[in-house]
């Protein structure tokens, strides 16, 4: 198996498979606050096992390029949404379920504004800013259980 894996552009489209896109492209859906505002309406589907959302904040520290991808996790009892609190882009490293664990992960390169909701249960890489500050609001499940499997490749990939 190549353990090198290229970065793609962010788009909706080929993100769609693990989660939703969130940006503020194109026309908003909507004018409000007397026509002074723009609205991008529902942009992302949260869902929760049990439990209620919740909004942290997370500081992640930078990498670098090549990244060296040594594991992958997944919450099954919710999705995960990743806003950066700059205008930073950032890597996303998902991967398709294969049997109960990770297929070949897929590396995105999000544009600065952008921000990324992945589904419950999309194996994913860890937090990834590529510059500081490295902020990010994080909505997810806030509740009792366990809410994090791990997966530890037996080779690393290379990311870049």
Same mark, same amino acid.
């Given at each position: 198996m190549d353990a090198r894996i290229g970065i793609e552009e962010m788009t909706a489209a080929a993100f769609?498979? @693990? &989660? #939703? /896109? /969130? #940006?503020g492209a194109g026309a908003p859906d909507r %004018?409000?606050?007397?026509? /002074?505002c723009g609205r991008w309406h529902d942009r992302a589907r949260l869902d929760f096992g049990d439990g209620r959302a919740g909004i942290s904040l997370f500081r992640a520290e930078p990498r670098s390029l090549p990244y060296r991808l040594e594991m992958v996790e997944r919450h099954p009892e919710g999705s995960q949404a990743f806003v950066p609190m700059s205008l930073d882009g950032f890597l996303v490293i998902v991967a398709p379920d294969a049997g109960g664990g990770p297929g070949r992960p897929r590396a995105f390169r999000t544009a600065p +504004?952008? &921000?990324?909701?992945l589904h419950r249960g999309t194996w994913h890489g860890v937090l990834t800013p590529l510059v500081a500050p490295g902020l990010f609001a994080v909505i997810d499940r %806030? +509740?009792?259980g366990t809410? /994090? !499997? !791990?997966?530890? @490749? =037996? =080779?690393? @990939?290379e990311v870049g």
């Open positions: 769609a498979p @693990f &989660g #939703d /896109l /969130l #940006d %004018i409000i606050n007397q026509g /002074l +504004g952008q &921000g990324v909701n %806030i +509740g009792p809410n /994090l !499997e !791990e997966h530890w @490749f =037996a =080779a690393p @990939f």
